[in-house]
């Protein structure tokens, strides 16, 4: 009787092993995971650069720069991030709006933009404030636009997207009139979601 078991267990090793369900589902989800990411990633890029085309088309000339040419022209920008957070928290509308454009464009750049830096500097929750702003529809574009460019940096800058209130915001506005504030919110909606399970659910 053990001659026969020992040679159903031999058989058995020769056998492959089944797929376990849990484990294949579980792939799926990282590998569609990376696959929302690199398509986010490539999304991103095709529209910093149609923003940096815009710029062009308003009369200035677009600028080629090295890789060493651009990450110093970040870092000259960012002396300017103290004034434009100035901007952002003033109660004055129009200077908010060009503060929030500048560290829209700031963040806008193709090559390690320094969402920290933003971050840091303590902005983002004015930012999902004026996400609220339905007077102002181009304050509420060019912040939904940041923030956007926030939330597709690390897990860690989406979360803070998140915490810091932005997710009911952007659906809300998905009822918005104007069409260009919908769009920027399902791009935001669609960096959030797509930066994790979690984030998703």
Known sequence: MSF??????????NFKKG???????????????????????????????????????????????????????????LESLPSWVAMVT???IEAALQGTVQIRKLLSVEKKPPIQDVIAAGVVPRLVNFLGCHQNPKLQYEAAWALTNIASGTSDQTVCVIESGAVPCFVALLNSPRE????????????????SVRARD
């Not at 026969?4 to 090793?13: A, L, N, S």
């Not at 990633?41 to 088309?57: F, P």
């Not at 260009?180 to 930066?195: F, H, M, P, S, Y």
């Open 19 to 77: 797929i376990d369900a849990e484990d294949a589902r579980r792939r799926r989800d990282e590998n569609s995971l990376q696959i929302r990411k690199s398509k986010r990633e490539d999304n991103l890029k095709k529209r910093r650069n149609r923003g940096m085309a815009a710029g062009a088309s308003n009369g200035a000339a677009p600028v080629q720069m090295s890789e060493s040419g651009a990450l110093a022209s970040v870092s000259s920008k």
């Open 4 to 13: 026969f078991r020992d040679r159903v267990e031999d058989r058995k090793k």
């Open 180 to 195: 260009d504030v919908r769009e920027q919110c399902i791009w935001a909606l669609g960096n959030i979601a797509g930066d």
């Open 90 to 92: 003033s109660q004055d």
